[in-house]
């Protein structure tokens, strides 16, 4: 039994939601389809989402908003028509567009962004379970809200609860196809929330969970996982296998054909993913699981993500202070910043953070009491930083591998302002200014892909 979820651009169109049905329709054991909005056709082309979200903030904003809410509705016109669907399901959508405002006018902004976000996955997976029906494959649109796909409620993140997994393991026994729309769920008191951007794999992750699916197939654009991004190095080596482990290192920076956040239900029941391409479903795509066949190479893949600010905070024999340490990441806690990594030395800590949680005010209040309530020397914040990250099973006592690393950063003439790896070996990362991000990840692809394989 499998589940497979199909991203944006599987479904931008008719004709993408046609090679859906096509893939689905080939393996009788394709049993649970989850669903993305309709992404882009092209690459100047809007993703429903995107398109979504600016209907949202024209509503929040107080102005005309009719025309953008016509722009959604035209995207699933122009796939109605394709599909040869009932013309009736575009006016169903624009109602049910104008009953979220309305619904969402009693309660808040954020609840009104949550459920227009929402509607996109949500009205693409009524829309292809009638075009599965129409064709002969027996299909069932489930909605996240029936089938009990409970999430926390705010201010955090959304997460899955635990319950939400015994709810759905009931859509096991159903005799038809499920298409279940990706990307939310409900809380226990009936509230629509989203997950983060990209979240329609952690839906389909959790349905694999489960349900204790054989396997959970991912469907995406690309023909499998390349070793590093191939925007930026031409024709990279491909990735067939790949564990857990080096897809959360990977996918944390920059790797984005997979949210980091879907593997951890899968990771549980050492659940196989297997990253597809709807264009090219023969292609064997690459298969994250939790052991993998071993290969001569220590690295399996690099990633560079940026975005990235340091909190610089120094004082003298910081070494010896009880609870240092903690007073500041409080401080952090309680301006609802998460941070990366701490790299520290005797008498200075850095904190590496993600620039958008920051504002000028933000970073002043937290200046203040570092200085205030730590008694630092210094403290200060550097912006415009990037993280390479270096990632291989292979890197456990590999002697002299973070040397290589090092010496080929440093002949691109970048300095090094962090350097981090984890007790368990898998990853190094590096921070270093945005600008060398690209040079460096050319220069360590040569270092450990190009170079093994000439030798
Ligand atoms: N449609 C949502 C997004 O664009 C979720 C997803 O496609 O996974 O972020």
Do not use: W
Request: with cysteine.
């Amino acid at each position: 039994m499998k589940v497979c979820k199909f991203g944006g651009t599987s479904v931008a169109s008719a004709e993408q939601i046609k090679k859906v049905a096509a893939i689905v329709k080939s393996d009788v054991t394709r049993r649970f389809v989850v669903v993305s909005a309709p992404g882009k056709r092209y690459s100047e082309d809007f993703k429903v989402t995107d398109l979504l979200i600016e209907l949202a903030e024209a509503i929040i904003a107080d102005i005309k908003y009719e025309e953008k809410l016509q722009n959604v509705v035209n995207r699933y016109k122009e796939n109605a028509e394709g599909l040869g669907l009932d013309p009736s399901i575009t006016e169903e959508i624009a109602a049910d567009l104008h009953a979220r405002i309305d619904k969402a006018s009693k309660i808040s902004e954020e609840y009104l962004l949550d459920t227009l976000k929402a509607s996109g996955e949500d009205n693409n997976a009524k829309m292809i379970a009638q075009f599965f029906n129409n064709i002969g494959i027996k299909a069932k649109y489930v909605s996240p809200k029936e089938a009990g796909l409970i999430v926390n409620s705010g201010p955090e993140r959304a997460q899955a609860q635990p319950e939400a997994y015994a709810n759905l393991n009931a859509l096991k026994n159903s005799a038809e196809v499920i298409v279940f729309p990706g990307f939310f769920g409900y809380t226990k008191n009936g509230v629509l929330r989203t997950f983060d951007r990209g979240g329609s794999d952690i839906t389909g992750s959790i349905l694999a969970a489960s349900v204790q699916a054989s396997l959970y197939e991912n469907f995406t654009d690309v023909d499998c996982v390349y070793s590093v991004n191939p925007n930026v190095i031409t024709n990279p080596l491909e990735i067939e296998e790949i564990t857990y482990r080096e897809m959360g290192e990977l996918s944390y920076a920059g790797f984005s054909v997979f949210h980091h956040e879907a593997l951890m239900p899968v990771v549980k029941l050492g659940i196989p993913v297997n990253i597809k391409n709807t264009n090219n479903p023969q292609a064997e795509g690459t298969r994250i699981v939790s052991n993998r066949k071993e290969n001569l190479r220590p690295v399996t893949g690099i990633s560079a993500d940026s975005g990235f600010s340091i909190l610089y905070v120094r004082k003298y024999l910081m070494n010896r202070e009880i609870g240092i340490g903690r007073k500041l990441l409080q401080i952090l806690e309680e301006e609802q910043i998460s941070y990366e990594h701490t790299p520290s030395g005797l008498d200075d800590i850095s904190v590496i953070i993600r620039t958008h949680q920051l504002s000028p005010k933000k970073e002043e209040r937290i200046v203040n009491r570092v200085y205030r309530e730590l008694h630092a020397d210094d403290a200060y914040f550097r912006h415009g930083f990037s993280m390479i990250v270096v990632v291989g099973e292979g890197m456990k006592n590999n002697t002299g591998l973070a040397a290589r690393a090092t010496a080929t950063i440093s002949k691109t003439g970048a300095n090094i302002e962090m350097i981090n790896q984890g007790s368990s070996e898998v990853s190094l990362s590096f921070g270093v200014q945005e600008k060398f991000e690209n040079v460096i990840l050319q220069a360590l692809y040569n270092e450990f892909f190009a170079v093994v394989a000439v030798r």
